[in-house]
């Protein structure tokens, strides 16, 4: 599933692309992806066609585009968008031909910046999906219950230190927790802990607030420089809105490294299960937590 940097490297492509423009016409071709917008596919297209995008925005691994206010009233409207497993919004020219796994058109005019394009929402799993959220220009009702991210720059990083030291959920747990910090999914998670020292099953109240801090850095170097690089692109299923792969997947230095040796100390990177997915992590430069010796319960034997 992309993870901030992915859906952010997604979000800039649309801020340069897309503002500004009339939709001019809303093409359906699957219903699954409009789900959650329970009068239907027609009347999701109804309620876009004619509006312009006004601006691109993110929370953790949800995007949004605000909507020019009808008839002026505010708060404006949005079209809300989660990538799911294997979503895709791409920017192509309006006679590219059709993607194999095209779900939904917007047919977008022209803008002082070039000709009419489309907007295509590509799935080919069909677990993301699009929302048009009413009064969801500034926050999104359904998104207010996820966090901040580490690299928004209202993040309140003391409150959150505060949080994971009151916990007895592994670090990592508590990583993938959107509601305590959004955007870090599994394949940051074992990046920032790998850079941190710092084993995945240690828990919140077991850390200092210096060690809470340091990963949480870690979290922000990491997706900064995946940022930098375009993201992480295992396959073609994650691309930017031009169709391009990032390349990130070549830094990881923990994530799916099993059996290579540590880039720190040599030692081969293991790989243990974890929720149904998999932790990567260096035995050496992050030492599993000990188990808790269970207290000795004392007590008279009565006859």
């Excluded at 497993?85 to 910046?113: C, I, K, N, T, Y």
């Excluded at 969801?136 to 219950?145: I, K, M, S, V």
């Excluded at 927790?177 to 850079?195: F, K, P």
Aim: hydrophobic letters at 40%.
């Amino acid at each position: 599933m992309p993870e901030l940097p992915e859906v952010e490297v997604v979000r800039r492509g649309l801020d340069a692309h897309v503002l500004g423009r009339t939709i001019e016409a809303v093409e359906v071709l699957h219903p699954r992806p409009v789900r959650r917008h329970l009068p239907g596919p027609e009347d999701f297209a109804a309620l876009l066609t004619g509006r312009a995008f006004t601006a691109a925005r993110r929370r953790g691994k949800f995007l949004w585009l605000p909507l020019d206010p009808l008839d002026g009233a505010a708060p404006a409207d949005a079209l809300l968008a989660h990538l799911g497993m294997s979503g895709q919004l791409l920017v192509q020219p309006v006679d590219a031909p059709a993607e194999r796994h095209l779900r939904v058109r917007f047919r977008l005019g022209a803008s002082p910046a070039g000709g009419p394009l489309d907007l295509r929402f590509v799935d080919q799993r069909m677990f993301g999906g699009l929302w048009y959220s009413p009064g969801g220009g500034e926050l999104p009702a359904e998104l207010a219950h996820i966090a901040r991210d580490p690299l928004d720059p209202d993040f309140e990083e003391d409150a959150f230190v505060r949080r994971v030291r009151r916990s007895s959920s592994g670090i990592k747990r508590i990583l993938l927790n959107q509601t305590m910090l959004s955007g870090v999914g599994n394949i940051y998670a074992d990046e920032a802990l790998w850079r941190a020292k710092v084993h995945g099953e240690r828990r919140g109240d077991q850390l200092t607030p210096g060690q809470v801090r340091e990963v949480l850095e870690a979290a922000r170097a990491v997706m900064t420089a995946a940022l930098g690089e375009g993201g992480t692109s295992f396959d073609a299923l994650y691309v930017n809105v031009n169709g391009e792969s990032g390349y990130f997947d070549r830094s990881l230095r923990a994530y799916g490294r099993e059996g290579e040796p540590c880039a720190r100390c040599g030692t081969p990177i293991r790989r243990a299960s974890f929720m149904n997915r998999s932790s990567f992590f260096c035995p050496v430069c992050q030492p599993a937590p000990r188990a808790r010796r269970p207290r000795a319960v004392r007590g008279s034997i009565g006859g």
